[in-house]
Nanobody, 119 residues
Framework: QVQVVETGGDLVQAGASLTLSCTVSGLTFSTTSMGWFRQAPGKEREFVGGIGYSGGPPYYADFVKGRFTISRDNARNTVYLQMNSLKIEDTAVYYC????????????WGQGTQVTVSS
């Protein structure tokens, strides 16, 4: 049984930094591409960024480039989303998902973690 668990969501002020973690079990993490999504109230879920398993660089949606960084620790079966210079519009539930395969919807999702950015 695959389990995906996100942690780290919090209420922060605009301009702050926050790091989310996503720990996966039940699959071979080291050969699974991972991704982060988010969904703000009243909006559709959107892709934030992803990271492959083969050592290639992470990739990001334009709206987070230069502010967010995705990394992974295969020894800990964990992927991270480091978020800097947070904006009010970054407020959303953030989800971790796998695998990330082109335009396909990931098969496995976490329950989400709430990030709220206040002014």
């Amino acid at each position: 049984q695959v389990q995906v668990v996100e942690t780290g969501g919090d209420l922060v002020q605009a301009g702050a930094s926050l790091t989310l973690s996503c720990t996966v079990s039940g699959l071979t993490f080291s050969t699974t591409s991972m991704g982060w999504f988010r969904q703000a109230p009243g909006k559709e879920r959107e892709f934030v960024g992803g990271i492959g398993y083969s050592g290639g660089p992470p990739y990001y949606a334009d709206f987070v480039k230069g502010r967010f960084t995705i990394s992974r620790d295969n020894a800990r079966n964990t992927v991270y989303l480091q978020m800097n210079s947070l904006k009010i519009e970054d407020t959303a539930v953030y989800y971790c998902a796998a695998p990330i395969l082109g335009g396909s919807t990931p098969e496995y999702w976490g329950q989400g973690t709430q990030v709220t950015v206040s002014s």
